[in-house]
């Protein structure tokens, strides 16, 4: 059984950066970040392969955000660079404790946590 607990979200300015992290406690394969806000549908922001080789990330944040997973494998971050008011959402950490070749798609991930919450004020 794996269980994923979210943190480090809070209220910043545009421009800004915050760092979010994922404690892990199980054995995990691939992992991933999403997002969802108000009204819209939880949507992929990027993710890990499970050897930590391969890195994937939306458009809307590749070139901001990075992903990546401390070497003992308990805790996943997600490092947001020039954040925008666009990047307000509650960010779920994800996990999969089986192989596969697809990462962003709500569906390749069987573990979610409970979500933290970023407000980006312009």
């Known amino acids: 059984q794996v269980q994923l607990v979210e943190s480090g979200g809070g209220l910043v300015q545009a421009g800004d950066s915050l760092r979010l992290s994922c404690a892990i406690v199980g054995r995990t394969l691939a992992m991933a970040w999403f997002r969802q806000s108000p009204g819209k549908e939880r949507e992929f922001v990027a993710a890990i392969s499970w050897g930590d080789v391969n890195t994937y990330y939306s458009d809307s944040v590749k070139g901001r955000f990075t992903i990546s997973r401390d070497n003992a494998r308990i805790t996943l971050y997600l490092q947001m660079m020039s954040l925008k008011p666009e990047d307000t959402a509650v960010y779920y950490c994800?996990?999969?404790?089986?192989?596969?070749?697809?990462?962003?798609?709500?569906?390749?991930?069987?573990?979610w946590g409970q979500g933290t919450q970023v407000t980006v004020s312009s």
């Open positions: 994800a996990a999969r404790d089986y192989y596969g070749n697809n990462y962003k798609q709500i569906e390749n991930y069987n573990y």
